[in-house]
């Protein structure tokens, strides 16, 4: 009896021994490989945060939250486009070569003086067996490199590794550039662009002003399914009018995004937004939460002409815009408005079909 409980104390120390073994193993080798140049992730499913920092005070920290959409600083969602890219450039970036020792501290100075701190977080395991057996999953620091401007010939990146003094040109295979411009630490490269994004069903009114002609503004209600009312801006109910057009119009609002924030430029922004809104647009969604989007003419440059070469007063491009509760000031391209910025005329005009 005594012999096989000493066996079984031997048995179980044995393997004991044998996991702290490999655990050191999987330590050690993992700490090598991601000494000085182990930029890449090769599973980037397993990453929970991205924090980027720039010389200047900007910071981003992406998060993946539960549901699996990333949020910015605890605030905004995230451009799924931006993250995408990014995402892509973890798992595919490759070192193409160390830095020439002749250029290495000047490389150094270089990226202490400008380059963004990166910071990736992921889900790793205290006890991992050849990727098979997994226990006691937590969020740890993985990766801390810095990413500096592009080489020369703008086909790679100069990256060093936290605790390094080696730099490499970095580069991601069949990809003609650099990949710095996607390490930015500026909120406004990262914050998702949509103002409107709602289908048909999830919309309650819409409401249209045009200041300087309030007979052109209106009214759109869904009220279910297909049953929509039409009115002017005081209310007076229209009671013929196209459906097809109404339909199409609310498909509209599927995707109507802005092209750039200007919040920084505040002197703008006051300057603008003093003045009295030439367009407000109004969407009422089905839970009673209105979104708004307010906007300005932007006037055209002084020697600028239509196809007949005459003078233009407001820029046919672009306009600015408030959005987000007021809190964004913004540029929006009017192609993407002119979906949405129809004129009450235009749903009571029935066109053969």
Known sequence: MKNKRNSRALIITAILAIIAVLLIINRSNSSLRSKDKNFAVSDTSNITRIFLADKNNNTCNLHREENGLWTLNGKYPVMKETKDGMLKTLLNITVKTPVAKAARNTVIKLLSAKSVKVEIYQTVYRINLFDKIKLFPHEKLTRTYYVGDATMDNRGTYMLMEGSEEPYVVYIPSFRGFVSARYSAMESDWRDRNIFSFILPDISSVEVQYAENPALSFQLQNKSGRNFELSTITGAVLPDFDTLKVIEYLGSFRNISLESFLNENKTLKDSITSLRPDIIIVVSDIHGKKHS???????????????????????PDRMFALVNDD???????????????????????????
């Open 293 to 315: 989007a307010k906007l300005w003419h932007k006037k055209a440059p002084a020697d600028a002409t239509d196809l007949y070469e005459k003078p233009l007063d407001y820029d």
């Open 327 to 353: 809190k964004d000031f913004v540029l929006v391209q009017s192609y993407t408005f002119d979906r949405i910025l129809k004129k009450l005329e235009w749903f009571t005009t029935k066109e053969e079909r």
